[in-house]
């Protein structure tokens, strides 16, 4: 009897041990590399989708400066974004989805904060970044064009592969992520390096 409740207690502490292992933990992020790249011409000119990606992961520059380049600030002076918004209402909220969970793009103090564990990606790459607004804004989906467009524009330039997409389990995603009232994704964009 003694060994079983041993061995119970044992596995507790393991499953414990493991359980804490998974605990998502706020991610800083590096500051912007604004001198890497291409040219914005030469950019364009490589821009394509790629729906076929390396496993590597992202190293921590690259995924800063994703994110940066999708919403990220520019102008610290006055809070404003690298994508511009109608009516500057800044409402396009960028999800940094991972194998292990899911993370919210805070601009401000340039981290990615957990929101869930679990792997919810729409199409496997290292991330996916799905794009969520408020779908009583009447200007959530060009505003999420925006971003979308720096994120391709930002993986053309460096060499990562990446496609817009808007096909998605919405409902899915909306509980995984923990979206409240209107917010919906709209797009998300699978990155990755090329294969």
Same mark, same amino acid.
């Given at each position: 009897m003694k060994n079983l409740l041993l061995s119970i207690?044992?596995?507790?502490?393991?499953?414990?041990g493991c359980a804490q292992a998974?605990?998502?933990?706020t991610?800083?992020?590096n500051d912007p590399d604004t001198q890497r790249g291409d040219a914005v011409m030469t950019a364009l000119k490589n821009r394509k989708s790629t729906r076929e990606f390396s496993t590597k992961e992202l190293s921590l520059k690259d995924l800063s400066d994703l994110c940066w380049a999708a919403n990220g600030i520019n102008r610290p002076e006055s809070g404003k974004r690298t994508a511009p918004s109608a009516m500057n209402k800044q409402d396009i909220k960028v999800y940094v989805c991972t194998a292990d969970g899911s993370y919210l793009y805070n601009p401000q103090k340039n981290t990615l904060e957990p929101v869930s564990s679990g792997d919810v990606?729409? *199409?496997?790459? @290292?991330?996916?970044?799905?794009?969520?607004?408020?779908?009583?804004?009447?200007?959530?989906a060009m505003d999420a064009g925006i971003v979308s467009q720096n994120i391709s524009l930002f993986c053309a330039?460096?060499?990562?592969?990446?496609?817009?997409r808007g096909s998605m389990?919405?409902?899915a995603l909306k509980k995984a992520l923990k979206l409240t009232g209107d917010q919906?994704?709209? *797009?998300?964009? @699978?990155v990755g390096y090329f294969k």
């Open positions: 207690t044992v596995c507790g502490i393991i499953a414990c998974k605990e998502l933990k991610i800083q992020l990606r729409p *199409l496997k790459a @290292p991330v996916c970044l799905i794009l969520v607004s408020d779908t009583s804004s009447d200007w959530g330039g460096t060499g990562m592969a990446t496609v817009p389990d919405k409902a919906t994704p709209f *797009l998300n964009h @699978p």
